[in-house]
T-cell receptor, first 115, second 110 residues
Framework: SAVISQKPSRDICQRGTSLTIQCQVDSQVTMMFWYRQQPGQSLTLIATANQGSEATYESGFVIDKFPISRPNLTFSTLTVSNMSPEDSSIYLC????????????FGQGTRLTVV | EDQVTQSPEALRLQEGESSSLNCSYTVSGLRGLFWYRQDPGKGPEFLFTLYSAGEEKEKERLKATLTKKESFLHITAPKPEDSATYLCAVQSGSARQLTFGSGTQLTVLP
């Protein structure tokens, strides 16, 4: 398994501001992902964080709103930009290793409330 | 497009009352089916990965099974501490990201 640390664990932010969420893994992993879980709903993939190159975004998510960095194999950040109340969600970092039949592990999440 | 449907949405059991949760899926080339447990305010906790039809895995009171169209999570003699939302997800083709179902919220009453 992998130990994943996410910061902050929760935050309350004013609309129009931005928040950067950090994800640190205790060992080198190939794949890192960012998910969103809106209140009462399941997880939706935002993007795949690629080391040294631009993230790969899913339909409905764009880089200007959710810029992602991944400078090395153990660290990634997700920024939620120009926030609105609709961005209030739990944001989750997930990691996996690039080989057959690999489990995916999640951080504890960042609970974001936009007021 | 991968699809995952979980049922029921919510389930209330008495302590000791065994039951099963269902996860139906449609994928193009299943690489793995995952079960997670999620407690309120926390990230999903990994339980099992199943890779091929006929496979079964067990962990304490939980047993996961897989067919070509669905997976079941059997809970034997549940305890109140088993109360949580159970999430099913699939991984397909060459992708490593997961497609999640909406979850089953399980409540076990003492």
């Amino acid at each position: 398994s992998a130990v994943i640390s996410q910061k902050p664990s929760r935050d309350i932010c004013q609309r129009g501001t931005s928040l950067t969420i950090q994800c640190q893994v205790d060992s080198q992993v190939t794949m890192m992902f960012w998910y969103r879980q809106q209140p009462g709903q399941s997880l939706t993939l935002i993007a795949t964080a690629n080391q040294g190159s631009e993230a790969t975004y899913e339909s409905g998510f764009v880089i200007d709103k959710f810029p992602i960095s991944r400078p090395n194999l153990t660290f990634s950040t997700l920024t939620v930009s120009n926030m609105s109340p609709e961005d209030s969600s739990i944001y989750l970092c997930s990691v996996a290793r690039r080989h057959m039949n690999t489990e995916a592990f999640f951080g504890q999440g960042t609970r974001l409330t936009v007021v | 497009e991968d699809q995952v449907t979980q049922s029921p949405e919510a389930l209330r059991l008495q302590e000791g009352e065994s039951s099963s949760l269902n996860c139906s899926y449609t994928v193009s080339g299943l690489r793995g089916l995952f079960w997670y447990r999620q407690d309120p305010g926390k990230g999903p906790e990994f339980l099992f990965t199943l890779y091929s039809a006929g496979e079964e895995k067990e962990k304490e009171r939980l047993k996961a099974t897989l067919t070509k169209k669905e997976s079941f999570l059997h809970i034997t003699a549940p305890k109140p501490e088993d109360s949580a939302t159970y999430l099913c997800a699939v991984q397909s083709g060459s992708a490593r990201q997961l497609t999640f179902g909406s979850g089953t919220q399980l409540t076990v009453l003492p």
